[in-house]
């Protein structure tokens, strides 16, 4: 559930796909362990992992806030509105 005025990337079909890539990279390190891969290629691999569910975190919860701010504040407070989507565009997890 997301407004017209959110972007792309905070839907839930983007948060989906993140996470069945997070997925992906995960099964990829259990196979490099398995296969007695260099330890420095599987330590970049999880290094990327975690970046990348970092990011799942931070546009989960970005997404959360919007669809909080759309039933919380007032149609007609445009200027709230904005203030808010700032804020929560500066969220770092």
């Known amino acids: 559930m997301t407004s017209r005025r959110t972007p792309r ?3 839930i079909n983007s948060v989906r796909a993140r996470l ?3 997925a992906g990279s995960m099964m990829a390190i259990k196979r490099m ?10 330590l970049i691999q999880m290094s990327s992992a ?8 931070e546009v989960y ?9 759309d039933r919380v504040v007032d149609k ?3 200027k709230n509105r904005a203030d808010f989507r700032a804020m929560v565009d500066r969220v770092k997890v």
């Open 20 to 22: 069945s890539k997070a």
């Open 9 to 11: 990337y905070l839907d």
């Open 50 to 57: 975690r970046v990348a569910v970092e990011k799942i975190m």
């Open 61 to 69: 919860i970005k997404m959360k806030l919007l669809e909080g701010l």
């Open 33 to 42: 362990i398995e296969d007695g891969r260099d330890t420095e290629d599987i």
């Open 76 to 78: 007609d407070s445009a």
